[in-house]
């Protein structure tokens, strides 16, 4: 069995001594990702080329060490954490926006591209990058592709898969390719693109990524619905696609959010509203402007208090500075929180805001909901103070009773934030042993033996336990459970 040191000395030689992070202080910023879920790696790599990546993934199978590839760390399912220790690939050097181009609305860029970074840089021509998770401003092009991110304006244009043309990979067997086509049509043959989309670093490392780019709408008008109850707004969700509406956004926050958001940000919400909804619509002036009063009858006839329209893209930015920092906002109310990612139907919404409510009571926890309400993607955030004894269990036996609230009313496990190693135990409620088995087939497709991002997405596997009772006794047995 390979030393460490004989690790560290393939992974220099791969990459150079100063790409390679090895020492337990230096590589404790790399244990944890944005959920509960944490554990230590061996090593951690900076690439800064594809051809170093596939170096470094032939040096960890050449020693049958396990690889866990990164972005910014910002992922909220466990899936850049290394639960079987061994090295971690960061593509945070690989940061180069390497072209816009106008003609054919697409962009080229490496994985460790912010995701605001390429609509900025396509803003001069006109154009915008269409994914925008809550964490833009860090979140990486990588990262956001392993987990098929989405974000708030997803609604009516789509999540990551719809906005990939194609990429360079480096598969789990060191393998360097190319899948997908820069032409807007995938072309003919299976679509690996997509396959490999949303695979959570399970298939390979994307090395490079060719983006579609669309025009930057000619105008945008921004609603801010104020209501009593979340009941209320749920319902006023159901009306306005139920009348044909699709608005570019559908958010909605609930008073512990928008509390903790107007004390933090003072970002003009209503603090003592029981919910509000940020609706966005954009698009031909006349039609916007005509969708945008359609939209504010809906509301107000299903309960809202007023319906206030943003008057400049000032305060347009100021509601949506209050939506994109309403997670971090929280910290104010409590040290800790745990963000869920579910997805229900949206005539479902008000009974699983039910759900969550009488979650909330049971295990004794406040609970803040924030969520994309027009495509049904709950983000509950459970609030509590992780030095308290046993409260980490106590979040995740709730957090268990509201997935399986989701899956009850006809929905799924995530809307964006993928699976990890945090519901992967959750998949069975899903599918059936046979339809995870033919999952797990695909991965020895792209050479993965059991070494490229273990004890993610399916369940079982030498070591992998289940998070809801791996938190608790790593927590009780310290450090040395990393070992």
Request: some cysteine; charged content about 20%.
């Amino acid at each position: 069995m390979a030393t460490r040191r004989d690790l560290i000395a393939a992974l220099s030689q791969a990459v150079g001594n100063e790409a390679v992070i090895w020492r337990p202080e230096d590589v404790r910023a790399y244990e944890y990702d944005g959920t509960v879920e944490t554990r230590l790696p061996h090593a951690v790599v900076l690439p800064e080329t594809a051809e170093q990546v596939a170096a470094v993934v032939a040096a960890c199978n050449l020693l049958q060490v396990p690889i866990t590839p990164r972005g910014a760390g910002t992922g909220l399912s466990g899936g850049a954490v290394a639960r079987k220790r061994g090295v971690v690939i960061s593509t945070a050097r690989m940061n180069r926006i390497i072209q816009i181009d106008p003609i054919n609305r697409l962009a080229v860029v490496q994985p460790g591209v912010a995701n605001l970074a390429v609509s900025l840089a396509a803003a001069s021509s006109g154009l915008f990058y269409a994914p925008d998770p809550s964490s833009q401003k860090a979140c990486t092009i990588g990262g956001n592709v392993a987990e098929n991110a989405g974000g708030p304006h997803c609604l009516a244009l789509g999540v990551t898969t719809n906005h990939v043309l194609a990429m360079e990979v480096v598969t789990a067997d060191g393998t360097l390719v190319r899948l997908g086509s820069p032409t807007p049509d995938i072309g003919p043959g299976y679509d690996l693109r997509g396959a490999f989309i949303g695979s959570e670093g399970t298939l390979g490392i994307v090395t490079e990524v060719t983006l579609r780019l669309l025009p930057l709408p000619a105008s945008i008008v921004t609603l801010l619905a104020v209501f009593d109850t979340i009941e209320q707004a749920s319902e006023s969700v159901s009306a306005i696609i139920g009348a044909g509406l699709v608005p570019a956004a559908i958010e909605m926050m609930d008073r512990v959010t928008l509390q903790a958001a107007e004390a933090g940000l003072q970002c003009g919400y209503p603090p003592d509203a029981g919910a509000v909804l940020l609706v966005e619509v954009d698009g031909i002036a006349d039609i916007v402007e005509e969708q945008a009063g359609r939209i504010r009858a809906e509301c107000l006839e299903h309960g809202a208090m007023e319906v206030r329209i943003a008057e400049d893209d000032e305060e347009r930015e100021r509601l949506w500075k209050g939506r994109k920092g309403a997670i971090g906002a929280l910290g104010r109310i409590a040290p800790n929180y745990y963000i869920l990612d579910g997805v229900v139907p949206r005539s479902r919404l008000v009974e699983t805001m039910a759900v969550v409510e009488r979650v909330s009571a049971a295990y004794n926890l406040p609970i803040a909901n924030v969520f994309h309400a027009g495509d049904g993607n709950l983000h509950p955030c459970v609030l509590f103070d992780d030095r308290e004894p046993g409260a980490r269990q106590r979040v995740l036996e709730a957090g268990e009773a509201i997935m399986r609230a989701c899956i009850d009313a006809g929905g799924t496990l995530s809307g964006e934030h993928g699976i990890g190693y945090e519901k992967q135990q959750f998949m069975g409620w899903l599918y059936s042993d046979e339809d995870m088995e033919n999952m797990e087939r695909l991965r020895p497709v792209f050479g993965n033996e059991g070494l490229f991002n273990p004890c993610k997405i399916l369940p079982g596997g030498t070591g992998c336990g289940e998070m809801a009772h791996d938190a608790a006794a790593i927590r009780a047995a310290g450090q040395d459970a990393y070992v």
